[in-house]
């Protein structure tokens, strides 16, 4: 029901910055939560970002990326963005995009079972 495709990663000086982007296409008449993953060689997935497709929908950050990075929707092209500044060696990861169909209040990103899936792009910060 959801295909979604990242884009928008690469390599990047710390301090720098990079916007990754994920094409949603959805066919159920839903709102839905989306959000961005990381994985790490080595580490567990990390939830970086959530947001809900409503208007005014909540939006989540864990304590690694917040003020740093921002989690935007373009409603007009269904697309998700992950805006990321002052990168850090640390943030260097695969990143996902994610959706799950579920209500505002269990939209963040605490949680991993998201039904779908990106295939995921590449981060790589280097000092």
């Known amino acids: 029901q959801v295909q979604l495709v990242e884009s928008g990663g690469g390599s990047v000086q710390a301090g720098g910055s990079l916007r990754l982007s994920c094409a949603a296409s959805v066919r159920r008449y839903q709102n839905y939560c989306m959000g961005w993953f990381r994985q790490a060689p080595g580490k567990q997935r990390e939830g970086v970002a959530t947001?809900?497709?409503?208007?005014?929908?909540?939006?989540s950050y864990p304590d690694s990326v917040k003020g740093r990075f921002t989690i935007s929707r373009d409603n007009a092209n269904n697309t998700l963005y992950l805006q990321m500044n002052s990168l850090k060696v640390e943030d260097t990861a695969m990143y996902y995009c994610?959706?799950?169909?579920?209500?505002?209040?269990?939209?963040?990103?605490?949680?991993?079972?998201?039904?779908?899936w990106g295939q995921g792009t590449q981060v790589t910060v280097a000092s």
């Open positions: 947001i809900y497709t409503a208007e005014g929908g909540s939006i």
């Open positions: 994610a959706a799950d169909f579920t209500a505002n209040w269990n939209c963040h990103v605490l949680r991993g079972d998201f039904g779908y």
